[in-house]
């Protein structure tokens, strides 16, 4: 509620600006921020599915428009563009529209450039463009084909945001822009992201739902079978994935760089990228690769190179001529971007202004209707120009039926309109074109002319009444219209040859990233406050490892840089990490809870490299445990899995090797327990059942040991010791167990203190 705002005294305004309102900070909020996302979704990010245009595209190409910058005309100063576009109809900064601009006219962004651009525009390399006081631009066939009509009440017009002019709501578009040069835009709470696509295929397939409505989205994909990017590349996406995605208006496109096999002296080859991903930085890319062939990530790669100059000329040569040219590829596509993945998010304003996600049909649909609209506007904007211009004839005829009394009344009335249009009953418009006709027009040829135009007129007229009255017309001229804006972009032109071809790799075998992993022995070092490194060889003299002040080793693990590392938390998860991906052995290394998200309370109980099939036995502190397959303990998450569910009061103690056929556990109170390892369940996670009884304590290790060589355990100084007596210790499972013989490791441990 706003309070009442007294008059200004001696003209000069209150001291609280008359505009204090009493509303609750959070309603206030709520409607603002519901302002702002309705014009962030309308006028910035989401594109109209009639023209495919956001404002900004749609006020450049009309300023454009208005500058006069047809395909034919001289260039104009980019600066001049911006400025008259910001003046007149964006209220926005000079930069977005200069950006937005120079999208629309390169050729590696837009598949149909709407700008002719002159001068430094930017490159695939990502090389930025020049300023806009240095560039010159006009429109292109394309932009001129979705402005067509402009002039001819085609689409309605609205205030421009200073409110001193009128701009389109919508154009034309002649074509289906929106799927023709894709568009992208992250609104509030909402994101489009529509792949280009090649006109001739998309008109076809509008052509064929204007004579078949009720055509099926796999109809529409015999003319459609996916996008068509600017840059090229191969399509590997499977059919079904396709339909699905134009179905749904939801999905992606894998698409890869197009490569061949040089052939070279000797028997040597190498690999030349003739076409890479939609979006992607050449620089970027060739960058990255040669990342990977320093950091031997890639060992198959030996060098790369970029020998581009009008087209795309990348070299990758194999490091050894004996490496598949099939497998090398295989393993760069997936470590790095010559392959990627093209979201495809249909969600556009649809005729009404609302936002939704279409389906590649219903996208169609919208065109199709949008331009049915247009025609008939158009047609009944040309109606009425006729109507106007059969009404002026109507009037010159009179001049040449009674030639001698119109001169006699222009050369002695003083006021001759309304003498003309009392004498003849004219009308204001007529008595103006009358006294505007010159002499040399007062001929016998003129009165036929104007009887052929008044004729061709009338019958024009008739046909464009027959036009609006029917529907079937009206599809007719649709199919017409589109059929002759096909041939802008026929296959046999520039713009129409289809760039991104389709490629099928179902038959190929996945290629594990792993297997390209260089394998090298490393000896990964943990200390007990949690700093991990990755030591090159394996190393056994602990001796010389340092630590930070306080700290010392906790694990030490020998393996290889392609294993996997899993890490057993005190809460009972799991953890898993690529032991390439570890930190090296200089400095100290790094935090351990900076890979893996393990809380400061709690610790990590095992360390080892993960062996395909391997069983472990896992228990907590209050004596439960169970078997589980290695395999099951792969996390694919930095938050682990969980495998053993532990009690709010207890832990995860034990992690050690199933590999025996007894299982022996101690206790806090120093009571041992061996039993038949067939007694504990194998189980993916859970609880698991009872292992040892205590009135007080808990469970303080287990260890799994086979029959024919005994228990041991290993004191301080890494020897083994035997447990002589271990079988007076066998008992059933959950019992309690009797008292450790005598010389029994004084930590009550198998592994030592």
């Not at 109606?383 to 006699?408: C, F, H, M, Q, S």
Request: hydrophobic share 40%.
């Amino acid at each position: 509620m706003a309070d009442d705002m007294s008059p200004p005294k001696n003209g000069e305004p209150p001291e609280d600006g008359g505009r204090i309102v009493n509303e609750p900070i959070g309603e206030a909020l709520s409607k603002r921020f519901l302002s702002y996302a309705l014009s962030t979704i309308t006028a910035r990010a989401v594109p109209d599915v009639r023209d495919g245009l956001k404002p900004v595209h749609r006020r450049i190409l009309y300023g454009m428009s208005n500058l006069g910058l047809s395909p034919d005309s001289a260039f104009k100063k980019s600066a001049k563009i911006v400025g008259d576009v910001m003046g007149d109809f964006h209220p926005h900064g000079d930069s977005a529209i200069y950006d937005a601009m120079v999208r629309l006219a390169q050729d590696f962004s837009s598949r149909y450039p709407l700008v002719d651009g002159q001068g430094n525009f930017g490159n695939v390399d990502g090389d930025s463009p020049a300023a806009y006081r240095y560039t010159e631009a006009r429109m292109t066939q394309a932009a001129l084909l979705l402005l067509e009509g402009i002039a001819e009440d085609a689409v309605d017009f609205r205030e421009t945001y200073s409110g001193q002019g009128q701009e389109p709501v919508v154009l034309p578009a002649a074509f289906p822009n929106l799927l023709a040069n894709g568009s992208t835009g992250i609104a509030v709470g909402m994101a489009t992201a529509v792949p280009p696509h090649n006109v001739a295929e998309l008109i076809d397939a509008c052509l064929h739902l204007i004579k078949t409505p009720n055509a099926t989205v796999d109809d529409l994909m015999r003319f459609v079978p996916g996008p068509d990017f600017p840059t090229g590349g191969l399509v590997v996406e499977p059919t079904a994935s396709i339909r699905e995605a134009y179905a749904t208006g939801r999905g992606g496109f894998r698409l890869r760089s197009k490569w061949e096999v040089e052939e070279m002296a000797r028997g040597t080859w190498r690999i030349i990228v003739t076409e890479i991903p939609f979006q992607v930085q050449k620089a970027k890319l060739i960058s990255a690769l040669a990342d990977l062939v320093e950091n031997k990530k890639a060992p198959l790669l030996g060098d790369v190179r970029d020998e581009s100059a009008e087209t795309v000329r990348i070299v990758l040569e194999p490091r050894a001529r004996t490496v598949e040219p099939a497998v090398l590829m295989e393993s760069l596509f997936k470590l790095s971007e010559l392959e990627t993945r093209i979201p495809l998010n249909m969600n556009v304003l649809d005729a009404q202004g609302v936002p939704r996600v279409m389906s590649l049909k219903e996208v169609l649909q919208a065109f199709l209707d949008h331009q049915r609209d247009v025609l008939q506007r158009r047609t009944a904007f040309r109606l009425r120009k006729i109507a106007a211009r059969l009404e002026i004839l109507a009037g010159l005829l009179v001049v040449y039926l009674n030639l001698d009394e119109v001169i006699r009344i222009i050369r002695n009335e003083d006021e001759p309109k309304p003498v003309l249009i009392k004498r003849f009953k004219l009308n204001e418009i007529q008595a103006e074109a009358i006294l505007n006709t010159r002499l040399r027009q007062l001929r016998k040829l003129e009165e036929m002319e104007i009887r052929r135009e008044d004729k061709a007129l009338r019958e024009e007229q008739e046909a464009l009444t027959l036009l609006l009255g029917s529907d079937a017309r009206q599809w007719t001229k649709i199919g017409q219209q589109l059929t002759k804006t096909r041939g802008v972009f026929a296959e046999t032109t520039a713009w129409g040859r289809r760039r991104a071809q389709f490629g099928d790799v179902s038959g190929q075998a996945e290629i594990s990233v792993d297997a390209f992993i260089v394998r090298e022995p490393i000896t990964v070092v943990l200390s007990e406050k949690g700093w991990v490194r990755a030591l090159k060889g394996h190393t056994t003299d602990t001796d010389t490892l340092k630590y930070k002040e306080g700290d010392r080793q906790a694990f030490l693990l020998q393996c290889e840089t392609t294993d996997k590392i899993i890490l057993m938390a005190t809460d009972g998860r799991a953890f898993t990490l690529g032991a390439d991906k570890l930190p090296g052995g200089r400095g100290m290394g790094e935090p351990i809870r900076l890979m893996i998200e393990l809380g400061e309370d709690q610790d990590l109980i095992a360390l080892f490299a993960h062996s395909p099939g391997t069983k472990m036995l896992v228990a907590s502190s209050d004596g439960h445990g169970f078997i589980v397959n290695e395999d099951e303990m792969i996390a694919t998450k930095r938050a682990g899995k969980q495998v053993l569910s532990v009690s709010s009061m207890a832990l995860a103690v034990v992690c050690t090797p199933a590999d025996g056929d007894r299982v022996a556990v101690i206790g806090e109170n120093r009571k041992l327990l061996v039993f038949n390892i067939d007694e504990v369940p194998e189980m993916t996670r859970g609880k698991g059942v009872k292992l040892q009884s205590y009135k007080d304590g808990g469970l303080l290790d287990a260890v799994v040991f086979a029959k024919d060589e005994g228990l041991s355990w290993i004191d301080t100084a890494g020897r083994r010791r035997m447990v002589a007596e271990w079988k007076e210790h066998v008992g059933k499972r959950a019992s309690s167990g009797r008292v450790a013989p005598r010389g029994f490791s004084r930590s009550g441990k198998f592994q030592g203190e």
